[in-house]
């Protein structure tokens, strides 16, 4: 075929996190069928830097969800010495695309057009092929693009070639995946349950990553009050998406709630967790004073968006922990 263009979406529900994004971009690509079961996994944020607040952002350890066999993968590592033969490596991509496969890389963005690195800054990022055009000679590749949203766009079979052998590594990496057809997506309330028991107590059972190096769920998350007060004291701009993440995770919470009350897969009346709401929409008010404080840089913004996650972490404490004791399994 002369143009494929797998199915993809560009507003999943979670955007802020490209381990999700990019599953979520194709599985929610005919729909929410997904919700449900999204629901039941999607639950968890972690922080990396004990001294320097290095990362805040949604966790995982079964990336594309390959041990629930939602995805099938497969990760081809090459030398580079094969890029030679671009050719070779087109035809294989479009292949794969063909098959219905997806196929993400780790590419230096300097050479990916529509990247705020292009052509700027030496870059690696990840991008996802999900289609082709022999005639114009171009990938349709998905990742953030230079708007800062989660997208798609074009790069000539040239450009993508260079940019895969101007990585950093030695090799490059084809990680190759695509849907399980056979997998029927349900809410499930005892994962659901344990996730969120893990996420309240800021447990890592889940996720198997090192607590010398991370704080886990509810503990990454009162710790950007400390990532707040180290931002202010070296004069830095905060990183705007860590308010994102903040914010997205706490909207994804509250449609959780809102479909096991429909669902009746938790007890009580919905007013016992209306609360929630109110949490969402501090989360949303810190993202706006995120953007304030990089502008203006005053130290009253500083405290109110501390203020703000000081209520969050108390409401989600006591809103969470009735939710998972009247959880029906």
């Not at 979406?9 to 069928?33: M, V």
């Not at 972690?46 to 952002?57: I, Q």
């Not at 990742?143 to 074009?154: P, W």
């Not at 905060?238 to 959780?256: A, P, S």
Request: hydrophobic share 35%; net charge negative; aromatic share 16%.
């Amino acid at each position: 075929m002369d143009k494929i263009i797998n199915k993809i979406t560009f507003e999943p529900p979670i955007k802020g996190y490209l381990g999700y994004a990019f599953p979520l971009s194709i599985l929610f690509a005919e729909g929410d069928s997904f919700l449900p079961w999204m629901y039941s996994n999607h639950n968890y944020i972690m922080m990396y830097g004990k001294k320097d607040f290095s990362l805040f952002n949604q966790s995982d350890n079964d990336w594309m969800h390959g041990n629930e066999r939602v995805f099938k993968k497969h990760t081809v590592v090459l030398p580079k010495y094969i890029l030679k033969r671009n050719d070779i490596v087109n035809d294989l991509i479009m292949g794969l695309v063909e098959k219905n496969y997806y196929i993400i890389t780790k590419s230096d963005e300097y050479y990916i057009p529509g990247r705020r690195s292009y052509m700027n800054r030496h870059f690696d990022h990840e991008n996802m092929v999900y289609g082709f055009d022999k005639t114009k000679k171009i990938f349709n590749i998905a990742s953030y693009t230079d708007k800062g949203y989660f997208g798609g766009t074009e790069i000539s079979f040239e450009d993508y070639i260079t940019a895969l052998n101007e990585n950093e590594y030695d090799d490059f990496t084809l990680n190759i995946v695509s849907r399980y057809s056979e997998f029927k997506p349900k809410f499930n309330a005892e994962r659901c349950k344990t996730l969120l028991s893990y996420y309240l107590s800021g447990c890592d059972k889940e996720f198997d990553l090192n607590n010398v190096d991370y704080y886990h769920g509810i503990d990454a998350q009162k710790n950007l009050y400390y990532y707040l007060e180290y931002v202010k004291d070296n004069n830095m701009d905060i990183d705007i998406r860590y308010f994102y993440y903040l914010w997205e995770h706490k909207k994804i919470m509250l449609d959780r709630i809102n479909y096991m009350l429909d669902n009746g897969y938790v007890s009580g009346s919905r007013d016992e967790y209306a609360e929630y709401y109110d949490v969402v929409k501090k989360a949303e008010i810190i993202k706006g004073l995120n953007l304030k404080y990089n502008i203006i840089k005053r130290e009253t913004t500083i405290k109110n968006m501390q203020e703000l996650i000081h209520y969050i972490v108390g409401a989600e404490e006591r809103i969470l922990s009735k939710l998972i004791k009247n959880i029906i399994q």
